[in-house]
């Protein structure tokens, strides 16, 4: 008999709606299922099985019942012939071999208990992960807090969308990445979008754009002529293709317009904001033909768009949204804010029909943020060193409030700690493979090495799993109960569809177990929805309070938007009365470009130093350890390839295809040539979905944000020029792990 | 103990230096006192045109706000005009007959109007009182009277050719004035721009509704109007151009006779090394349009080809950037820490880019060059140094003019009228002393309609559906299976199933079909 499952996508922050179908009944969830695979990969040599479920694109508000590539696909690594499906124990040799959960578990208790021995509490680290589901990721904080005692945890969600997160909180008073349900923007007479490029990363987004694109408001501002940015052409809006590293003096400039040009809205300044007239100040500098010199956007594009969406705030609506091309700098916090400046201005946030938004990448990057993951922050978005906010938790938790560590170190420190003698020596990562993911991988790969323990919980051999001492395997999205928050703060319920192999368990039950041998104080339940109604009680009061939600109510189907205090209907648009500051106004901060690093003289003559900016595919996610392993998605997109201006690849004798090096300082990568007149002729374009030579954080810079610690990921200067001979192939292991999907 | 530093002068440039020098105002390193002339404290001066047409207001100019300075703990003084300078007691005595100490004092006094020769006109530079009916445009009372004549729909007359004073023309008539520029030579903007860019700027000036008087000379003004003002602009020709306001816009002067009168050495303006210091006096800087970086080592390869103050905000905000730096560190530590910060980079020449609404122009380097003239391309080209390329395009007719003048593929020198993009990435390039594509054409087909991606893919065999994956020819088996409608390619294929933009394609395959099968 089929069993069906009402679920959501297993990647992006868009949570596309799908039904997974199943020819198998489900067992009761405690139970792991028989093992679809040989885990031996020897012994997996027969046909590539068919994909155990049936996705279908589901009805929803946010996709429509669309879906993308990455999503049809998911299915497929569900019985993947790479899933890991025992502990597996990194011998003297470096093999991996399997060993059972009693031992793996005594192992990592045994590992935690001698590092804090020798090098106290925080020699003990956690990394986590922005695709954990809400339970996962609360229980992760508890976990490292509680059981583990250390402050020593944080997450990719660092990488991503910290920069937004804290200029909404300085200007809003909390960080919602979506203040309004996604439908609003439906409506929207301009868009403007700057540096994100949904029609590859998050494609059933697209749809919601379609008002604005036959209004001809849609406005793209990206250095390259993205996918998303062709969407301009035809009369759909414009495409500004800023310098890379200049957006923010192109916000500055477009706030200067709406000042200068009388198109404010002054009104709701003067009721719902503070510090107006020091952002008045601020961009006073900044008029559009000064801008135009710096940014390389033409001065009338600039009035052009401030006059947009001053218009589109009067008529159908304006919105104004971020991505991490703008938010992935060292300056991010602050572009953010230019940002929020800008749509303060027009009084955007708070409207109905208006507003600014970043949006989340991360399948679970909103939800992640708020319970507990972060270095400085426990659950409901509250903060570490706010004495209420550690009696309320110790209240929850049931321990004295001195057992509560204090802030730690944000993800890129984190990561530089390990191994260094005051540092992290003993990690345990989950839902991150940062040995592709974080900047400066190089670094980061010598820190892992460098440790007295690595445990990474994963369902395949990722970069980061393949260096650790000890991998135990986890469930996958199909395989689990749970909850994710989406892009616009809606909290979605994750179903199982499937038996999990009977080896692999999920990260609550490992938690609960090692918390068990570690003699935690305080509970562990493996059961999710146990941990929802403790995460709860733990948000209530909070910024993002969740008190009000239940399982019964989402599997009713019912729409649940944080803050959702018990007794409300939750809150699908924020601000419309208040902000979140003490005196319900929106704090404007002026906010002005720094002058940068001067970055390291190019050794290579024959090398052009060019700009480098990272970003994503639409095959592939993240780091690609799930889409590298999808033969679809592989077959399109096999390998890194660097995107190239004509005109520069032709001065260095660089042809479509041919081999490529890109270097600096930190590293260098090696791949093919992609010609294209998308991409300006001083910047390359990589995609860093790809490991070892193809890597693109090779080359990223581990500088980061002085607020939010981002990294600064999309402004690197690199050498390029045609590899040599003598320099390494670029060997893909995405290429070996095709082979061994498809071997027969 | 806190560093006594008085800077002379609150326009935008002091203004910088202010706002980066509060760090260590507010660390108790620094205490800071602010003289300004005018009773309002900075404000944009770059703007004062767009102010003086009614564009912008008064309160959008500002750049600093005193009172918060004065709670950040800076002494600012308004209103108030330093009299002298007495080196000996590193003291300034001020005209309110106050005095304030200094331990490090920075000229920012900027520039004055220059007020041309002419009868009817009091040439008293130190103190020029201009008749009725005649006004600079500097400040906010130019600005005022300015905004009085557009209000009334007066005719304006500019006199001089220059960026400012075309910039005030085109915003006057934007507005609705009538305006004359007046200028000598034969196109606006003289030596900054070539012939064929001058020419195509000047027809683009008056399609936008300006008057250009050129190869005039002025000799005076006539006070024929009823109330004794302006009442026409005189020609050495013997005719007379009639206005009711004339706008003096005849390029600025730096204020240096308050360093001259403390024995400080000045040329065009206040003479400072590389660390904008004044020559012999390490107490004493000055930055802005006042000074003129020529440092006293006459070996200088830097300085022997420098060129005077700019007369740009933009090259006195990047001093003021790293004189805050400078001083910062001078504060904090010891005079050897202070000057291992590397000294300020030589300026560019001046990147002038025209403000205006109605028409886009950007000039910078020398542009004197033509393609075919082999002794200036030639000139320079010695020990290995490339010889100069220019690279033109102009098309007149359509109001569009572009010259790239290269030296080893890095701009010298770059003209673009009409050419939005094309100017914005000059600029740019210029700028970063970056090198330019060897196609020098890439640049100008910036502006084409063929950068826009036009939609619908030409190969059946392509993707149609990005989003899934899937190409026209797996939709073409689709419809001949029997699939008619997209939702059911959609359920067939998954294409159209992501972002939906590929639905017209699809359903131009279906229809394509369903025409194509009654013909066969």
Redesign the interface.
């Known amino acids: 008999m089929a069993t069906s499952a009402d679920t959501h996508c297993p990647y992006c922050a868009l949570q596309c709606a799908m039904t997974l179908t199943s020819q198998a009944e489900l067992a009761p969830a405690s139970e792991p299922g028989p093992v679809p695979v040989p885990a031996d990969a020897a012994t997996a040599a027969a046909p590539l099985p068919e994909a155990p479920l049936n996705v279908q694109?589901r009805d929803f508000p946010t996709n429509r019942?669309?879906?993308?590539?990455k999503g049809?696909t998911s299915a497929s690594l569900l019985n993947h012939a790479g899933r890991i499906t025992e502990p597996l124990l990194k011998g003297a040799d470096g093999i991996h071999r399997p060993i059972g959960w009693d031992q793996a578990l005594a192992m990592v208790t045994r590992a935690v208990r001698d590092t804090q021995a020798r090098h106290g509490k925080d020699a003990v680290g956690v990394f986590g992960g922005g695709g954990l589901t809400n339970e996962k990721a609360y229980m992760l904080g508890k976990f490292a807090r509680l059981a583990l005692g250390t402050s020593r945890i944080d997450y990719n969600g660092r990488f991503c969308m910290s920069s937004a997160a804290a200029a909404g909180m300085r200007a809003f008073g909390v960080d919602r990445g979506l203040p309004f349900p996604l439908t609003d923007l439906d409506t929207a007479g301009t868009i403007l979008m700057l540096g994100s490029n949904?029609?590859e990363t998050m494609?059933?987004?697209?749809?919601h754009l379609?008002g604005a694109r036959d209004a001809g408001g849609l406005i793209v501002v990206d250095p390259r002529?993205s996918?998303t940015a062709?969407?301009t052409?035809?009369g759909g809006g414009l495409h500004l293709q800023p310098?890379p590293g200049t957006d923010l003096t192109l916000l500055l400039g477009l706030s200067h317009v709406i000042?200068?040009?009388?198109l404010a809205d002054d009104q709701f300044i003067a009721a719902r904001t503070s510090g107006y007239?020091?952002v008045?100040?601020s961009v006073?500098?900044f008029?559009?033909?000064?801008v135009?010199?710096?940014?390389?956007?033409?001065?009338?594009?600039i009035?052009e768009t401030a006059r947009r969406l001053a218009d589109g705030a009067r008529k159908g609506g304006s919105y104004i949204l971020t991505g991490r091309g703008v938010e992935q700098h060292v300056d991010g916090t602050d572009t953010a804010t230019a940002a929020i400046n800008l749509s303060l201005l027009l009084g955007l946030p708070g409207s109905r029909r208006s507003g600014y938004g970043t949006l989340t990448g991360q399948g679970n990057g909103q939800g992640g943020r708020e319970h507990g993951q972060k270095a400085d922050q426990l659950p409901g978005y509250r903060k570490i060193t706010d004495p209420a906010a550690r009696a309320h938790m110790a209240g929850v938790w049931g321990v004295p409030e001195s057992l509560i560590p204090g802030p730690g170190l944000p993800a890129v420190q984190l990561l530089k700690s390990l191994g260094q003698p005051d540092g992290v020596r003993c990690l345990l990562v989950h839902a991150s493979n940062i040995a592709v993911a974080s900047p400066d991988a190089n670094a980061v790969i010598a820190g892992l090495r460098s440790l007295d323990f690595l445990v990474v919980c994963d369902f395949f051999l990722s970069e980061t799993a393949a260096e650790a001492n000890l991998i135990l395997p986890v469930l996958q999205w199909a395989e689990e109960e749970g909850t994710l928050t989406n892009l616009e703060g809606r909290v979605l319920r994750r179903r199982r569809a499937i038996q999990p192999p009977a080896g692999a368990r999920s990260e609550l039950w490992i938690m609960a177990r090692l918390a068990e041998a570690l003699e935690a104080p305080s509970t562990y339940s493996e059961d999710p929805e146990t941990v929802f109604e403790e995460l709860r009680l733990a948000s209530a009061g909070g910024l993002a309070d969740y008190s009000g939600i239940d399982y019964a109510m989402l599997d009713r189907g019912e729409e649940a938007y944080w803050p959702y205090p018990a007794g409300s209907t939750g809150t699908p648009r924020l601000f419309l009365d208040n902000f979140a500051h003490a005196d319900g106004k929106a704090v404007m901060t002026p906010v002005a470009p720094r002058?940068r690093r001067t970055p390291a003289a190019n050794p290579h003559p024959a090398a052009?130093t060019m700009t480098l900016i990272t970003g994503r595919l639409?095959?592939h996610y993240q780091s690609g350890a799930q889409t590298r392993r999808v033969s679809?998605l592989l077959a399109?997109q096999p390998e890194a390839k660097v995107q190239l201006?004509p005109?520069?690849a032709?001065?260095m004798g660089i042809t479509d295809g041919a081999l490529v090096s890109v270097a600096n300082e930190r590293g260098e990568v090696l791949c093919r040539a992609e010609l294209s007149t998308a991409i300006r002729?001083?910047t390359v374009f990589l995609p860093f979905h790809f490991p070892e030579i193809e890597s693109a954080n090779r080359l990223t810079e581990a500088a980061t944000d002085p607020i939010s610690g981002m990294p600064e990921f999309k402004f690197n200067k690199v050498w390029v020029r045609a590899a040599a001979p003598g320099d390494p192939q670029p060997t893909g292991t995405q290429h070996s792990v095709l082979q061994t999907t498809e071997a027969s | 103990m806190s560093e006594q530093i008085v800077i002379v002068g609150f326009g935008?440039v002091a203004a910088?230096l202010i706002d980066e020098l509060l760090p260590a105002v507010r660390g108790g390193h620094v205490s800071l006192t602010v003289v300004g002339e005018e009773t309002e404290a900075a404000?944009?001066r770059?703007?004062v045109a767009?102010l003086g047409v009614g564009?912008?207001?008064a309160?959008?100019?500002?750049?600093?706000?005193a009172a918060?300075l004065i709670a950040d703990g800076v002494d600012v003084r308004l209103g108030v005009r330093v009299r002298r300078v007495d080196r000996a007691r590193q003291q300034v005595l001020l005209s309110d007959g106050t005095t304030a100490h200094y331990e490090r004092l920075v000229f920012a006094t900027g520039s004055r109007p220059v007020i041309p020769n002419l009868t009817g006109i009091n040439p008293d530079p130190a103190s020029p009182v201009l008749p009725a009916g005649v006004t600079a445009l500097r400040d906010l009372r130019d600005a005022a009277v300015l905004q009085a004549a557009v209000d009334g729909g007066k005719r304006v007359v500019v006199l001089g050719g220059g960026v400012l004073g075309l910039e005030t023309a085109l915003a006057a008539a934007e507005e609705g004035a009538t305006v004359t520029v007046v200028h000598n030579g034969p196109h606006p903007l003289g030596r900054n721009i070539d012939r064929g860019g001058g020419a195509v700027l000047a027809a683009n000036l008056r399609q936008c509704g300006v008057r250009m008087a050129g190869n005039a000379r002025s000799t005076g003004v006539e006070h024929n109007a009823p109330d004794g003002g302006f009442s026409a602009l005189l020609l050495d020709d013997g005719s007379a151009i009639d206005g009711d306001l004339l706008v003096l816009s005849c390029g600025v002067r730096p204020r240096t006779e308050l360093a001259e009168g403390c024995g400080l050495s000045t040329g065009t303006g206040i003479l400072v090394d590389h660390r904008l210091r004044a020559h012999h006096e390490p107490h004493i800087f000055a930055i802005g349009d006042c000074a003129e970086v020529r440092c006293p080592d006459p070996a200088c390869a830097d300085c022997r080809t420098a060129k005077g103050p700019s007369g740009l905000?933009?090259p006195g905000?990047r001093q003021a950037?790293w004189l805050a730096e400078y001083l910062t560190l001078l504060a904090t530590g010891t005079q050897e820490e202070a000057d291992a910060l590397a000294a300020l980079p030589q300026e560019q020449a001046g990147?002038i880019?025209?403000?205006s609404?109605g028409m886009?122009m950007a000039v910078a380097g020398s542009n004197g060059a033509d393609p075919w003239d082999e002794d200036a391309l030639t000139a320079g080209a010695v020990n290995g140094r490339p010889r100069l390329q220019v690279a033109q395009w102009a098309d007149p007719e359509h109001g569009r003019y572009v010259k790239m003048t290269t030296r080893g593929g890095v701009l010298e020198g770059l003209v673009a009228v009409g050419m939005?993009?094309t100017?914005?990435?000059l600029?740019?390039l210029f700028?970063r002393g970056?090198?330019l594509?060897?196609?020098r054409s890439?640049l100008l087909r910036l502006d084409g309609p063929d950068q826009?991606?036009?939609?619908g893919p030409a190969d059946p065999a392509g993707t149609v559906c990005?989003?899934?994956?899937v190409s026209g020819a797996k939709i073409q088996d689709a419809v001949e299976g029997g699939c008619s409608t997209v939702a059911d390619v959609s359920k067939a294929t998954?294409a159209g199933?992501?972002?939906?933009?590929c639905h017209d394609n699809i359903r131009g395959l279906i229809e394509k079909h369903f025409q194509a099968a009654p013909a066969a």
């Open positions: 694109g019942g669309g879906l993308c590539r049809w949904v029609a494609p059933p987004f697209v749809q379609q002529r996918a062709k969407f052409a035809d310098l000042i200068h040009e009388g007239e020091a008045v100040r006073n500098a008029w559009p033909e000064r135009q010199s710096i940014t390389g956007v033409p001065a009338e594009l009035r002058r052009k639409l095959e679809e399109t201006h005109a520069s032709a001065a002729p001083d | 935008p910088r404000y944009n770059v703007l767009d564009r912008t207001t309160d959008a100019l500002a750049l600093s706000d918060a905000v933009g905000w950037e990147v880019v025209l403000k609404r886009n939005p993009r100017a914005a990435e600029v740019g700028e970056a090198e594509p060897a196609d890439l826009l991606v036009g939609s990005r989003c899934a994956g998954r199933t992501g972002c939906g933009g």
